[in-house]
């Protein structure tokens, strides 16, 4: 009675069903991801500006630092020249005369609270003109005049 209609179905043990296994897939997904990002910010270039930083010096500069001329300008356009009220016009001559007697000229230029961006750039393109190399900006505000 044992004939080809009543044959059971058993599939065989030895075989298994193939299977994608997500967990090695997910690992390698952000593997690639992050050496991508690493890759791509290593090719950005950076663009600076040169800045010439101060050096430490010794104890005995300090003489030196009572040659530092103090440029502020004020927010009615003023300008001071270490406390003393000048023109805008005058700096250029003060600024010639400065360099003729002192050997290393430093300019500092200060600001107001409300100085206009205009005319601390016209003080800073006189300092240029006048070719004193060591110019400092303040970037804390003064008081005008002090």
């Known amino acids: 009675m044992a004939g080809p209609a009543t044959k059971s179905v058993v599939p065989e043990e030895g075989k298994k069903k193939a299977r994608i296994e997500i967990i090695p897939l997910i690992d390698v997904i952000f593997f690639l991801l992050a050496t991508f990002v690493l890759f791509t910010l290593s090719l950005n270039k950076i663009q600076s500006v040169p800045v010439n930083l101060p050096v430490a010096s010794t104890a005995s500069s300090s003489k030196s630092d009572d040659d530092t001329v103090t440029l502020q300008i ?73």
Request: with cysteine; charged share 30%.
């Open 74 to 146: 004020s927010d009615q356009g003023t300008c001071y020249w270490n406390k003393e009220l000048i023109n805008l016009s005058e700096i250029r001559p003060r600024l010639a005369h400065y360099k003729t007697q002192v050997a290393v000229p430093r300019v500092l230029i200060a600001g107001d609270d409300k100085a206009k961006f205009g005319i601390t750039v016209q003080a800073l393109d006189e300092v240029r003109k006048a070719d004193i190399q060591q110019v400092s900006v303040e970037t804390r505000v003064r008081p005008t005049g002090r």
